[in-house]
């Protein structure tokens, strides 16, 4: 009898996260997510599922993040017809985020093929729509934290706080194995691990003694700033009063789940006890309106929020249509505005990006994680200009970058975290991490006693067999959908806009005409595989 397990997402990357448990009798996937990034990784969004969606008999997921649930509704498409294990928090959030990232798709399509057709290139369709991500709800089941439930024949499962976003779990997983010497194989999935003393909920848990933990390592190689609730608010109050100086913007682009309700509480608190000017608060989004909502209805399970409603700011304003959001560019005498996406890859913040990127009126303050080959990454990397559907934009807004509110533990907390899951028996996999992240973490669980050859990093569509004799997993070989190299590094599409604003800077500082005629030239020689003037004898 064979179990394996296939990474099928989340490798080297800290999106698309999902994996697939093969026994004789079942095949389940732990988390279906969109890869987010850079191209070629999003690119891998459309191509097919490394399975048989029609063969998949149930999915066990771990929280509402699209880079863990995105790709539900093309599963469900693709005819996956099996139940979705979930939280109630989770299963109360996705009913919003589902459809969300199926209008987001429609709208990028759209888009798309309006400059297809200028160019005369065929048109394409979405992944899947909002209907779609609706329909898939139908088979989504939910489950109590630390309960068994019984899965599928030979599999069940308990949900463990992971302390990450509401509704969010690590997934202790038992499969019978069919042999005497070993009756259970244990399985841990961490999901996302949120840090300790995180606003709205108890510190992470899960039980001990496993064969396996597959463990994300999203900020393994970093240290965060440790601070109190209120360390942490004077910072934020410092932060926002600089940025509003002489009535300024201030640019939040923040996930609109979780981030957005942390900041609104905080700000909304430092407001009140007059530590920040009373200026309005757009929520530019109308899913983090949604979602505020959401955690409004699940505030008795939230820690910190009590009596106190998150919604309960005055000078909070929510922005439902284009129009309202359109307003805010005229707004003078300073404002915070908050909107989605956290990375800048999508949604408003790009429109108020647009407006107001290249004046020196307003700071973006980065408050999440960043994955390379986003717009949020090339901002906090300090670049001087940036393009934003497909026009030149300089940068010239102050750009702040803050750790005090993530949503993961850091190397502390995660090396802390495994400790806590001790023994492992075969191998720990570590996934969710740029390689940076996966290395220190590695470097670490080999230096506290694990032996080397049981702290695995795998790569894109690797597959163990997880029931090999000797301690740890044995690869099996087949075909990839990328070289590991490409993911975790920016790819071409980031060098050829680096490379386009490279030009475009050259034009601009040209002398004359007569010297672009020339720059002209010489590029037309270059593309043309000729050598250039200079290089001529
Ligand atoms: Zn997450």
Request: proline share 4%.
């Amino acid at each position: 009898m064979a179990i394996t397990l296939k990474f099928c997402g989340a490798t080297r990357t800290v999106t698309g996260s999902c994996f697939l448990v093969r026994t004789p009798k079942v095949s389940f996937l732990v988390d279906c997510g969109m890869f987010q990034g850079h191209k070629t990784l999003r690119e891998l969004n459309y191509g097919t599922f490394p399975f048989d969606p029609k063969r998949i008999d149930l999915v066990l997921l771990t929280h509402a993040h699209i880079d863990h649930s995105g790709l539900l509704p093309k599963l469900w498409k693709l005819g996956f017809a099996g139940p979705v294990l979930m939280t109630r928090g989770t299963r109360d959030l996705l009913s919003f985020m589902l459809p969300d990232s199926g209008h987001i798709q429609e709208v990028d399509v759209e888009n798309l093929n309006r400059r297809y057709a200028r160019r005369n290139r065929g048109q394409i369709e979405p992944m899947y729509t909002s209907a779609d991500a609706e329909a898939c709800q139908e088979n989504f089941r939910t489950v109590e934290y630390s309960t068994w439930t019984e899965a599928a024949e030979g599999v069940r499962v308990r949900y463990w706080n992971a302390g990450h976003i509401l509704g969010s779990a690590s997934l202790e997983v038992e499969i019978a194995t069919g042999r005497d010497d070993q009756r259970f194989l244990r399985l841990l999935f961490s999901g996302d691990i949120g840090p300790e003393h995180k606003l709205f909920h108890a510190d992470p848990e899960a039980p001990n003694n496993f064969d396996y933990v597959i463990c994300e390592s999203t900020y393994g190689g970093r240290r965060r700033t440790r601070a109190s609730e209120d360390d942490r608010r004077v910072l934020l109050a410092q932060m926002v009063k600089d940025a509003l100086r002489a009535d300024r913007m201030l640019l939040l682009p923040l996930f609109a789940v979780e981030r957005t309700q942390e900041i609104i509480a905080d700000l909304t608190r430092l407001q009140q006890s007059g530590a920040i000017p009373p200026v309005p608060i757009f929520l530019d989004s109308p899913l983090a309106i949604r979602i505020t909502k959401v955690f409004q209805a699940h505030a008795r399970e939230l820690e910190g929020v009590g009596e106190r409603s998150l919604l309960t700011n005055p000078n909070l304003r929510f922005t439902e249509t284009v129009e309202e959001s359109k307003a805010i560019d005229r707004i003078s005498g300073g404002a915070i505005v908050i909107a989605a996406s956290g990375m800048c890859d999508a949604g408003r913040i790009r429109h108020h990006l647009k407006r107001w990127l290249w004046t020196e009126q307003a700071t973006v303050l980065l408050a999440g994680f960043q994955a390379h080959g986003t717009l949020g990454r090339l901002l906090a990397d300090g670049v001087d200009a940036v393009t934003i559907q497909d026009e030149l934009i300089k940068v010239r807004a102050t750009i702040r970058q803050t750790d005090l509110y993530s949503g993961h533990a850091d190397g502390d907390e995660l090396a802390e975290w495994l400790a806590e899951r001790q023994p492992i028996a075969r191998a720990l996999f570590l996934v969710h991490g740029e390689d940076e992240a996966i290395n220190a973490l590695r470097d670490r669980m080999v230096a506290s006693g694990m032996a080397p050859s049981r702290v695995v990093a795998p790569v894109l569509d690797d597959e163990m067999d997880l029931l090999s004799d000797g301690v740890g997993p044995r690869p099996r070989s087949g075909p990839r959908r990328l070289e590991p190299e490409v993911i975790g590094h920016a790819d071409w599409h980031n060098d050829l806009a680096r490379f386009t604003l490279d030009v475009r800077e050259a034009f601009d500082r040209a002398a004359d005409d007569r010297s672009r005629a020339v720059l002209i030239r010489r590029l037309r020689r270059a593309l043309a595989g000729e050598p250039a003037d200079d290089a001529k004898r």
